[in-house]
């Protein structure tokens, strides 16, 4: 039977589902209680398939029969991260970690998370405990050189004020403000949604799309002064409103598209690298691989230990950052 489980672990560790759900089923005894191995993968195979509500019943009832499951613990929590829950999940982190030794993965995650927190001192003593194990763990020496960097940094609050007022106008979505049906269409067309993604783009390029004329372009420039923004300046024109950096680029690199068009949570990175990368609203490969390091860079809570971790992931399905290639 633990030769069984050995085997279906293995698989879906591979992602190789369908075989792991067949042997599951295989392993099912109908009318006899389930066991915590058993519900486990069961459970682990659910979070695979995205099915998140039913693989936290079932870990739930792996911990119910196991308190002390540590794999399960692990996973719960990290689902729990995942759906934003992070109360829970840094409690389940916490218990995760308690133990000897203490679950490395765990430790990680909730290094980031009390990072986010503003948790500083925590998240250094939790490198400091998987530094103890593995000293060689480079994610875990570079976060935390991030860390003790953060203890030292100066926070200017009127910078914070202004970076926060900045990213609000560039999440407002056009629709709130009055366009022509034309104008309205052609952005519509082009995917520009929001404040943000027009400041992405051009005046040339606004200009080189079908039935975009200079009747167009005035009356966007019109909406922009509105935000307080303009629009990128021609080449040698000094760039001026509210940007205090370029927005990043989401234009699609060229490649092979089925590698382009996966989602990024598929490439299984951090929750932190994750997280920022959300807060850019990058959905797939693509679009990853069309930012440069300095775009990366410029997130809130990015550092050196996130961009290495994407160089990595890139790397290993053939693209790389812009400029990088």
């Keep these: 039977m633990f030769n069984d489980f050995e085997k279906i672990e293995e698989l879906l560790q591979n992602k190789r589902l369908e075989e792991a759900e067949r042997e599951l089923q295989a392993l099912a005894t109908p009318g006899k209680g389930e066991t915590a191995e058993l519900l486990y993968l069961q459970g682990y195979l659910a979070e695979l398939q995205h099915e998140w509500s039913r693989c936290v019943e079932l870990y ?9 499951q540590t794999e399960a613990l692990f996973r719960l929590a990290y689902v729990c991260d995942l759906l934003g829950e992070d109360d829970r999940a840094l409690d389940l982190y916490e218990q995760c970690t308690s133990g000897s030794p203490a679950h490395v993965n765990a430790l990680m995650n909730l290094a980031i998370l009390y990072e986010d927190h503003g948790r500083y001192e925590e998240a250094v003593e939790c490198t400091n405990c998987i530094l103890d194990q593995h000293p060689n763990h480079t994610r875990a020496r570079l976060f935390r050189k991030d860390m003790e960097a953060s203890l030292t940094m100066f926070y200017d609050e009127d910078q914070e004020r202004i970076r926060e007022k900045r990213d609000a106008v560039l999440d407002t979505p056009i629709s709130d403000y009055e366009l022509s049906v034309r ?4 952005l519509k067309q082009m995917n520009i949604r929001t404040v943000g993604d027009l400041m992405a783009t051009s005046e040339h390029q606004l200009l080189a799309y079908k039935n975009f004329g200079e009747t167009s372009l005035n009356e966007i420039k019109a909406v922009l002064d509105q935000a307080g923004v303009r629009l990128e300046p021609v080449p040698g024109e000094v760039k001026t409103g509210l940007l205090a950096s370029p927005p990043v680029s989401k234009a699609i690199t060229t490649g092979d598209p089925t590698v382009l068009q996966r989602q990024v ?3 299984g990175l951090s929750v932190r690298a994750r997280k920022c990368l959300q807060r850019l609203g990058l959905g797939t490969v693509g679009e990853l691989a069309a930012c440069t390091e300095a775009e990366l860079l410029a997130i809130k809570n990015f550092g050196q230990t996130s961009l290495v971790e994407i160089r990595r992931r890139l790397e290993e399905i053939g693209l790389a950052l812009r400029g990088q290639h």
């Design 60 to 68: 739930e009832q792996v911990l119910a029969l196991e308190p002390e």
């Design 265 to 267: 949570s598929e490439l």
């Design 183 to 186: 104008s309205r269409n052609c």
